[in-house]
């Protein structure tokens, strides 16, 4: 129980946490918008029981540390490319990522109109909460591999999880209401999701793209965005005030 009392170990401790969090926005996105079309009544217990099984994925994985260690062993070849069982987890992963963003774009622009000729769009509570099983397989496989290639003790790895999540269900309501309100931040974050099952696809094959470049992307939108929200408000409240103003003067003899 040394490394209890060890600076190093508390250090890497803080900053796997940090990363776990960082590492777990797109999940949170992912799981947030899948819940957000099913009855608002099941929306709370949906992103709970989501990120509970996140947790638990996590954790499973990191008790199976040998067995995610010969995931990067090459299978099979093609074309002088080799396959491992986490570059096909990856290739699926972001192949049905792809699929499932672009679904749920189509619900957000032509599911509209679906919803005004009274076609219901809402989704039933196991089927949604089958698709974050299958997604949280997908980003905990790359959450645990960064986890192992950072702190060597498994107790540290699972608390660092265990306090993310429970910092990630604390955000995803909020999280989850701002996409809600905001649609234009629905369609960025499903953008995003896009961009992200891509560089899921492209280091499936080898490719590697540093994160950093997407998490920074997605920082100077979602900026832009709430630039753009922050003018729009202005002006309906502009535009409020101009209405209530001549309506004063309209009623004045």
């Known amino acids: 129980m040394e490394w209890l009392t060890s600076p190093e170990i508390w250090i890497a401790f803080l900053t796997l946490t940090a990363l776990e969090i960082v590492l777990g926005i797109d999940n949170i996105i992912f799981i947030s918008i899948l819940v957000s079309r099913l009855p608002a009544h099941q929306q709370a217990k949906g992103r709970f029981i989501g990120l509970s099984l996140a947790m638990g994925t996590r954790i499973l994985l990191l008790l199976s540390i040998t067995w995610i260690m010969r995931l990067t062993t090459d299978l099979f070849e093609i074309m002088g490319q080799g396959f491992s069982g986490r570059d096909l987890i990856l290739l699926f992963g972001g192949l049905f990522l792809l699929f499932k963003s672009t679904v749920e774009i189509w619900h957000s622009v032509e599911g509209e109109e679906a919803a005004a000729q009274g076609v219901g769009v809402k989704a ?12 949280d397989i997908i980003f905990s496989l790359d959450s645990v591999i960064t986890a192992v ?39 960025l974050a499903l953008s995003f999701l896009i961009v992200v099952g891509t560089l899921l696809i492209a280091e499936a094959f080898g490719v590697h793209v540093p994160k950093g470049y997407i998490y920074f992307a997605m920082a100077f939108s979602l900026g832009v965005e709430a630039l753009n929200i922050k003018m729009r408000n202005a002006m309906k409240n502009k535009r409020a005030l101009q209405a209530a103003e001549q309506a004063q003067q309209d009623s004045t003899p």
């Open 149 to 187: 290639g950072l702190v060597q003790h498994v107790p540290v790895m699972i608390a660092a999880i265990m306090i993310s999540i429970v910092v990630m269900m604390l955000a995803a309501s909020t999280i989850s209401e701002f996409i809600e309100k905001h649609p234009s931040l629905k369609v």
């Open 124 to 135: 039933g509570f196991i089927s949604v909460i089958l698709q974050i099983a299958v997604i």
